[in-house]
């Protein structure tokens, strides 16, 4: 079991790449999100989500329901996407200062600054 120093995602970030999330795609329709960035997860998530719709229907399900479990399966994998994808941009971020990257953006030998404070 990995320690939590070694965390790629926090709970704090889950919540921010969320709110980010819903403030740009407010309908939930996020599969046209992950096709645009990932295809091979957009047409693996399509597959497993449409056994699984196809199973609650045969199984009798209420339309409405089964439709609103195909947006949160969407949803959650959007969320996990983007909040890794996040978490590796802050790790590459990170390795950067004492770069010539980060001579060139103040930005990033600034924000470690106020990381070593912070400890």
């Known amino acids: 079991m990995a320690s939590n120093r070694n965390k790629l995602i926090s709970k704090r970030r889950v919540i921010e790449v969320a709110r980010a999330l819903r403030a740009r795609n407010p309908e939930m329709q996020t599969l046209h999100e992950i096709r645009d960035l990932e295809p091979e997860l957009a047409r693996w998530a399509r597959v497993e989500i449409a056994q699984a719709t196809q ?3 045969q199984e009798g399900a209420d339309e409405q329901v089964v ?3 195909e947006k949160a ?3 959650i994998v959007a969320l ?3 909040a890794i ?3 590796h ?3 590459w971020r990170r390795s950067m200062t004492g770069t010539r990257l980060a001579a060139l953006d103040p930005d990033l ?3 470690s600054r106020r990381r070593k404070k912070g400890k």
């Open 89 to 91: 941009f802050s790790l």
């Open 55 to 57: 199973t609650l229907r």
């Open 73 to 75: 399966g969407y949803w």
């Open 109 to 111: 030998s600034q924000s």
């Open 85 to 87: 994808r996040d978490g």
């Open 67 to 69: 439709d609103e479990l």
């Open 80 to 82: 996990a996407m983007h």
